[in-house]
Nanobody, 127 residues
Framework: QVQVVQSGGGSVQAGGSLRLSCVVF????????VAWFRQAPGKEREGVAS????????????SDSVKGRFSISQSQDNNKATVYLQMNSLQPEDTAMYFC????????????????WGQGTQVTVSS
């Protein structure tokens, strides 16, 4: 069984930084790809970044809207992984509820491909 517990978030002014954390409990194989999604009011949930470990290497993906500003990283042991999303140069359009997702297979930004979700954390960026 995989459990996802996320923390972080809050309010910041434009140009500021925040870091989100996500602890994914479960074996390496069951955790699969881990990703961050976000959903703004009235909009679809969209992929922000993802990370996956495979044969000693880690692979990351980013949406075009956050590339160069956000960074995803991971530390892990056999029973859990901690995934961070460092968000720099935040803009008002980054305001959304952010969700950590695990167990992903297939396209990284397809939310239907993830089986386990965190509770969500609000990020608000003021101009």
């Amino acid at each position: 069984q995989v459990q996802v517990v996320q923390s972080g978030g809050g309010s910041v002014q434009a140009g500021g930084s925040l870091r989100l954390s996500c602890v994914v409990f479960g074996s390496t194989s069951s955790r699969g790809r881990v990703a961050w999604f976000r959903q703004a009011p009235g909009k679809e949930r969209e992929g922000v970044a993802s990370i996956i470990s495979s044969y000693g290497s880690r692979w990351t993906d980013y949406s075009d809207s956050v590339k160069g500003r956000f960074s995803i990283s991971q530390s892990q042991d056999n029973n859990k992984a901690t995934v961070y999303l460092q968000m720099n140069s935040l803009q008002p359009e980054d305001t959304a509820m952010y969700f950590c997702a695990a167990g992903g297979r297939g396209p990284w930004n397809d939310r239907e491909r993830y089986n386990y979700w965190g509770q969500g954390t609000q990020v608000t960026v003021s101009s």
